[in-house]
């Protein structure tokens, strides 16, 4: 089976413009989260989408949006880039148990540099 | 909210031998969940161990092992007969039961292990 994937691996954006990220989770998995890790840090919450609703929203800018559709793939939006949102943005999906831990399995992330 | 911390940014190890992970977080919470996650080059997240605060034993996967004290907000990673390939960043992650699943990482220990 396929893991997570997200798309593209990399991308160079100018600051002010706008950038879409796109993650497709593990087949069966209906949670999506987002999470930003700029170079020489631990990754940060972002989003968790599940069910096409929003079920968590980390410290982040209204700049940052996300969806998620029905065959629960998600996109996640940067508006008015910044030269600070240069990062890796990972997409981790889990088949997620709101009364139960479990596992979120990670892609290999988009890599922004905004310049 | 909470806080995780790992206070040794590098460690270096000769391959075979033991090395130890320092990891400590803070939070309120008495129920929670407890992660260590590996960083390879390849940028993707690999679950290596994870411990629920309600169990007592500490858990274990093949070489890798944990020491978790509850009273003093302390989870250690412990890899035996280490690998070459378990050269990697290594973060300690933290997350609430139910709700949502936001991984609250810290800021990471980079492992080399040394031929």
């Known amino acids: 089976d396929a893991g997570v994937t997200q798309s593209p691996t990399h991308l160079i954006k100018t600051r002010g413009q706008q950038v879409t990220l796109r993650c497709s989770p593990i087949?069966?998995?209906?949670?999506v989260s987002w999470y930003q890790q700029v170079l020489g840090q631990g990754p940060q919450f972002i989003f968790q989408?599940?069910?096409?609703?929003?079920?968590g929203r980390g410290n982040f800018p209204d700049r940052f949006s996300a969806r998620q559709f029905p065959n629960y793939s998600s996109e996640l939006n940067v508006n008015a880039l910044l030269l600070g949102d240069s990062a890796l943005y990972l997409c981790?999906?889990?088949?997620?148990?709101?009364?139960?831990?479990?596992?979120?399995?990670f892609g290999q992330g988009t890599r922004l540099t905004v310049v | 909210a909470q806080t995780v911390t790992q206070s040794q940014p590098e460690m270096s190890v000769q391959e075979a031998e033991t090395v130890t992970l320092s990891c400590t977080y803070d939070?309120?919470?008495?129920?929670?969940?407890l992660f260590w996650y590996k960083q390879p080059p390849s940028r993707q997240m690999i679950l290596v161990i994870r411990?629920?605060?309600?169990?007592?034993q500490n858990a274990t996967e093949n070489r890798f092992s944990v020491n978790f004290q509850k009273a003093a907000k302390s989870f250690s990673l412990k890899i035996s007969d280490s690998q070459l390939g378990d050269t990697a960043m290594y973060f300690c992650?933290?997350?609430?039961?139910?709700?949502?699943?936001?991984?609250?990482f810290g800021t990471g220990t980079r492992l080399t292990i040394i031929p």
């Open positions: 992650a933290f997350m609430k039961p139910a709700g949502n699943e936001k991984l609250t």
């Open positions: 981790a999906s889990s088949s997620y148990d709101r009364d139960s831990n479990t596992e979120a399995f």
């Open positions: 087949s069966g998995h209906k949670s």
């Open positions: 411990q629920e605060a309600y169990k007592q």
């Open positions: 989408y599940y069910e096409k609703e929003e079920r």
């Open positions: 939070t309120s919470e008495n129920n929670y969940y």
